[in-house]
Each structure stands twice: as C-alpha cells, then as structure tokens.
C-alpha cells in the first residue's frame, strides 16, 4: 500500500503542472465552455489513479514477465527460438498497444477511411515483429548498437526519397505512438533479461538499453514501404468537428470506458497467455510468486483502463480546443511559446518514461539520476513541440527540414558519446512519445494546422510525434557527453591527487 501511496505522490506532482497551464489559458486568453474544462478535470482525476494504479501493476507484473522471458530465451542458446518468439511477440505486443490504435483511428478519421486504421495497425506491427526480433539477435550476438542504429536510419533516410509527405509524417508518428505505455515496459524488461544472462557486466548494461530504439525504427520502414507499394499521393484531411456534441458530464467517458477495457484487455491477453506457456514448461515460479505477477497484470489493466479513458474523453478534445482558439488569435506566434510550455510539462505525465527513468537509475546503480534525465526530456520535447508549431506557421517549412539533420546529428553523435547514453537516448525517444502525446499534443497540432490558413492537417497535424521521438535522442546524447566531459575532469583531479 506504501508503495501505490508514493507512485500517487510522484504521479500528481507530474501531472498537475499541465492541469495547471490549461487552467490558466482558460482563464486568460482562451476561454473555454465550462463543461469541457470540468471533463478535463475529471480526466486527470482518472489519469492520475490510473498512471499510480498501472506503475504498480507494472512493477509486480509486466517488468517481472518481460525479464523471466527474455532470460529464458538466451538460456535456451537456440537461434530459432529466438527468431520464432521475437516474431511472434513483437507482432501480438504491437498489434495490442492502446497508442497505435489512437494513432491510426486518428489517421482514419482524417483522411476519411482512405488510409484505413487496421492497415496501418497490422503494416506496423509486421515492422514492429521483425525489428524487435533483430534487436534480440543483437543482444545475444553482441552487435554493437551504434552500427545497427546506422544502418537502418540509412535505410529510412533511402526510403524517404521516395516516400509522400504525408506518410512521412505518419511513419515517423507511428515509431513513435507503437513504443506506447504497454510495449516499452515489457521490451525494456524483456531486454534486461537477455542482457542479464551475459557474462560481461559493462556490455550486459549497455544492452539492457536499445531494444525499443531498433524495434520503432520497424514502424517507420514498414510505413514507408506501404507509401511506396500503395502510391497513395496528395492525400488532404480535415478535423471534422462532431455535430453532436455531448451535454452531459459523464456520458463521454462511460462511452468511452468499454471500448478502452476491451482494447486493453485484448493488449495484456497475449502477455497473459505467454506468461502461461512459459510458466508451464520454463518458469516455474512458485505459487506465491505466480499470484503476485497476476495481481500485478490485474493492476495493470484496471490502471490502463482508468488512465486511457481519462485521456481519451477528457484530454483529447481540450488539446484540440486549445490548439485552435491560439491559432485563430491575432499574435499567431504565441502558439510556439504556448507549444515548449506543454513540451516541457506533458513529458512529465508519460507512463513509459516513468519506467525507463526508474530502469536507468537501476541499472547505473545510481550515476545517471532520474531527475536528470527526466530534465533533458523535458527541454527535448519541448523544443520538439515548439519546432512543429514553427512548422504549421510557416508554410514552406517541411517536416523533413528537421528530421533529416535531428537523425544525421544523433547517427554522428553515437560514434563520440558513451555507448551506454546511446541506447538509453534512442530508448527515450520512443518512450517520451506515449499516450499523452499521442492524443493531447497531437490534438493540440492538428487543432492548430486546421486554425492557420495554408496549413495541411494530414501533412501539418501528423509529424509532432515524430518531432517528439527525435529531440530527446539529441538531448540524451548531449548528457551523455556532459558525463564524459565529467568523467574526464574527474579522472585528471584523481591523477592530480
């Protein structure tokens, strides 16, 4: 109970500081009809216990599994173990995350079912399948993470040549919105007990980080191929504002609350599953320690279900308001500022960073702090969001004009940073673009490119999560050689001594 008390505390103090910057937007230059701030409120109600709820439960349930399965498949020293199971748990975790499902309805509603949502989910997931099972393969094989990395940020940047400006957009978002608050526990978890099992500390804790990097790199690739097979070209789209639009209070999230319990329910049943198998013929865990992992996927559910419907029906539709009535006011530009401020305090509220923060401190036994890196996220993110307002206002600004120098500057980067800073940048860059990116800031975005003359919700609206995904890898990498320059002095003071 002490345990869910603290998870509560560190959840409220992160997301009260965005609950406190809608509140006075509302309050000051973008009033907003009192209902939709109440809605907003009550979501972070659930946001808050959901987010405390499912740390817990992720804890004592879907960390546990992902090790026990990861150290599993490096004892068995079978290739074609490791294969199959990549394969099949990369698909089935993919196919399942709540973020992907946000992204491609909202993808399908906007171009009105042209690209259809099942199409991007299952296109993606493929990708997401074979990524993740490369990513494995390299940990077991000790292929350095730096010349994988090189290698398929040179095959994206091939395939963007012939690649729509919308589905580059799409592709980027994609990467970004499928390493959600589900697959990255269970990934990162997955590639420490992989990693665990080598006998080498150092190359062991290098590679705890890197999986959710590689495997979101998949999304991308796959989308863009889909691009290029499809030759889907000049494809427009419009926030289509609903004509009925609810009274009452309540009514949206109890909607919306069967439809997420579903969808999550479907997400944690191949995890389930799995857990079974492996219980049956590897694991063996006794029943005291079998009862807490359940009790630790129920948590993880009732958690996920809470915090998704709190987004869903209270935060989406605000992010979207709040997008709009900025644009359409005389100073445009106050959008950007607007943009960092939200950067800066969204990231604090993503579930999946809270995982990968906790994951670096333990694993570096305490030399990169949390608070640390949780700062560099921050700043990153926020300069991502504010960039894409930039991009919106300024119509021959293109999304590529950043993401092709952002991922040049973070390839030469890994060759002169501290290994370990590799892994956990690219690690970060899929985790800080969770759920509430997913919906609040791309809501946000897209609020804002249908407000502004000339702008292209499906080219202009799309492209925030990829902004997001990339700057934190540049601000990671830019600790990283803050220690190494750290590191160094300290080393001369010692030879000094």
């Given amino acids: ?69 990861g150290g599993a498949l490096t004892k068995s020293n079978k290739l074609w173990i490791v294969v199959a199971a990549g394969l099949v748990l990369g698909f089935f975790i993919s196919i399942a995350e709540p973020d992907l499902h946000i992204l491609a309805g909202q993808v ?10 099942l199409s991007i989910v299952v296109v ?23 010349k994988l990395l090189t290698v398929l940020y040179l095959i994206i940047l091939g ?29 990162l978890a997955l590639a420490l007990g992989v990693s665990s099992l080598k006998k080498d500390g150092k190359a062991s804790e290098k590679d705890s980080f890197g999986l959710v990097a590689v495997t979101s790199a998949g999304a991308i690739i796959a989308v863009m191929i889909m691009s290029i097979l499809s ?16 009274s009452s209070l309540l009514a949206p999230f109890i909607n919306k609350l069967p439809v997420v319990a579903y969808e999550i329910f ?20 006794s029943s005291k320690a079998y009862r807490k992992v359940l009790k630790g996927l129920v948590y993880t559910f009732i958690g996920l279900v809470l915090f998704l419907t709190g987004v869903n029906a209270g935060f989406m539709e605000v992010g979207s308001k709040i997008g709009y009535n900025v644009a359409v006011l005389d100073s445009k ?16 509220a993503e579930p999946a960073v809270y995982v990968l923060t906790h994951q670096i401190e333990d694993v570096t036994s305490g030399y990169v702090k949390r608070p640390v890196v949780l700062i560099a996220l921050s700043i990153g993110v926020a300069f991502a969001v504010s960039l894409s307002m930039l991009r919106i206002l300024i119509p021959g600004l293109q999304l590529w004009h950043f993401l092709l120098p952002g991922y040049v500057v973070s390839i030469l980067m890994m060759y002169f940073v501290p290994k370990l800073f590799v892994g956990m ?7 800080a673009s969770g759920p509430m990116t997913a919906t609040f800031i791309l809501a946000f975005a897209q609020g804002a490119a249908e407000a502004i003359e000339g702008a292209n919700v499906m080219v202009d609206g799309f492209g925030v999560i990829a902004m997001v995904a990339m700057t934190p890898i540049i601000a990671l990498q830019t600790l990283g050689f803050i220690f190494k320059m750290k590191s160094v002095k300290e080393g001369l003071k010692e030879n000094e001594a």
């Fill in 333 to 348: 530009w106050i959008i950007v500022v607007i943009g960092f401020i939200l950067g800066l305090v969204v990231i604090l």
């Fill in 425 to 431: 940048a690219f690690d970060a860059g899929g985790v």
């Fill in 159 to 187: 395939l963007s040549f012939f690649t729509s400006s919308e589905f580059l957009a799409i592709s980027f978002d994609a990467s970004g919105a499928t390493t959600g608050a589900l697959t990255v526990p269970f990934m």
């Fill in 124 to 146: 993606v997931s493929i990708g997401i399948a074979v990524m993740l099972t490369s990513g494995l393969v390299r940990i077991i094989y000790n292929i350095p993470l730096y």
């Fill in 231 to 246: 030759k889907k070209d000049e494809i427009t789209g419009s926030l289509q504002e609903s004509a009925q639009v609810s």
């Fill in 266 to 285: 479907i997400a944690l049943l191949p995890i389930m599953l799995m857990f079974f198998l492996f219980q049956k013929i590897s694991f063996k865990l």
């Fill in 1 to 69: 109970m002490n345990v869910l008390l603290e998870k509560l505390k560190e959840v409220l103090i992160s997301v009260v500081p965005i609950i406190i910057l809608v509140l006075v937007l509302n309050f000051t230059i973008i009033p907003m009809e009192p209902l939709l701030v109440f809605r907003f409120l009550f979501g972070a109600l659930l946001i808050v216990l959901g987010l405390a709820i499912f740390l817990f439960g992720v804890d004592i349930g879907i960390s546990k599994i992902g090790t026990l399965v």
């Fill in 108 to 117: 399908d509603m906007v171009t009105s079912g042209v690209i259809a949502k």
